[in-house]
């Protein structure tokens, strides 16, 4: 694995037990709790995923274990999409209002 890959992974797992850490301390006075807890995790899920991701690309190499678990929460996922998909408002389902933790974005954030 190249250093700066190792680098990558290194600051996206810093910035993923940054966010784990902080969330149950961080409130924004401008926000209720729900919404700032939910930019928190929201941004910290992205930061990470973006750094993992930049990782790979340097690497050249994506593998992914081979469970059923990860099957599962895929699974989980596509249900999830189609239920969005067929939905009486599909946009609401997607985003919602706010931070609604049983919409699309949420399900995907909370699989990554």
């Not at 596509?78 to 239920?83: A, D, G, M, Q, V």
């Amino acid at each position: 694995m190249n250093s700066k890959a190792q680098l990558m992974n290194k600051i996206s797992f810093i910035c993923f037990l940054g966010m784990v850490f902080l969330l149950p301390f961080f409130v924004l006075p401008f926000f209720n709790i729900t919404v700032s807890k939910g930019l928190l995790f929201s941004f910290g899920i992205l930061l990470s995923a973006v750094f993992w991701i930049v990782g790979r690309m340097i690497d050249a190499e994506i593998s992914f274990p081979k469970n059923y678990l990860l099957l599962a929460g895929f699974g989980l996922v596509i249900t999830s999409f189609l239920s969005t998909i067929f939905s009486a408002k599909p946009s609401l389902s997607f985003i919602g209002h706010g931070f609604n933790i049983d919409t699309l974005i949420y399900t995907i954030f909370m699989f990554v």
